[in-house]
């Protein structure tokens, strides 16, 4: 079993819409996840960090955990042409830096 | 703003040559990551570096892949030989403490 399991297909909504994008954890033991996000021919870039359970807002962007079933879910409201990339979620397992990410969902905002 | 630097971006070889890539980390960074990202996948760590020291290699295939950052400031990954199935992104990462900073990626396409 892949620690970190993000169904891969790609999303297309309208612009203003919110976006959700959703993740599954194999191991309850994990503290700390993330959500990247990777546009075409960059590397990821750092969007939200979350420590153990519970939600995290910064702008547009909501991170939730939740461990009771070992889910992490990102959350973008008012989707903007910009939002327009792959988002990955990742974990960092036992805090030791060594992230395990997801496949990716690309995300597309139609102006 | 500093950033990860990385070269080349994109690189063309044939099966069974030997690649190389470089990877230039912010200064001041003591963790250096290597990752491989094949298409549609997200990044799967290769390496990690404490200053000079190697953390964890053990998703090297150390039988064709090196990694090496002798004076703890940048890093050299190489592939000898390549085979077909090595065509990835090749991504490298550095961090101060918890969070990552990726570099552009180089994408090696194998003939």
Not at chain 1, 14 to 37: D, H, K
Not at chain 1, 74 to 99: H, K
Not at chain 2, 24 to 33: C, E, V
């Amino acid at each position: 079993q892949k620690e970190v399991e993000q169904d891969p297909g790609p999303l297309s909504v309208p612009e203003g819409a919110i976006v959700s994008l959703n993740c599954t954890y194999s191991n309850s033991a994990f503290q700390y996840f993330m959500w990247y996000r990777q546009y075409s021919r960059k590397g990821p870039e750092l969007l939200m960090y979350t420590y153990s359970s519970g939600n995290k807002e910064d702008g547009r962007f909501t991170a939730q955990v939740d461990k009771s079933s070992k889910y992490i879910s990102l959350f973008i409201r008012d989707s903007q042409p910009s939002d327009s990339a792959t988002y990955l979620c990742a974990t960092d397992r036992y805090g030791n830096n060594r992230l395990a990410f997801g496949k990716g969902n690309q995300v597309v905002v139609i102006p | 703003e500093a950033e990860v630097a990385q070269s080349p971006r994109y690189k063309i070889t044939e099966k069974s040559q030997a690649v190389a890539f470089w990877c230039d980390p912010i200064s001041g960074h003591a963790t250096l990551y290597w990752y491989r990202q094949i298409l549609g996948q997200g990044p799967e760590l290769l390496v990690q570096f404490q200053d000079e020291s190697v953390v964890d290699d053990s998703q090297l295939p150390k039988d064709r892949f090196s990694a090496e950052r002798l004076k703890g400031v940048d890093s050299t990954l190489k592939i000898q030989p390549a085979e077909l199935g090595d065509s990835a992104m090749y991504l490298c990462a550095s961090s101060p403490k918890e969070t990552q900073y990726f570099g552009p990626g180089t994408r090696l396409l194998v003939l």
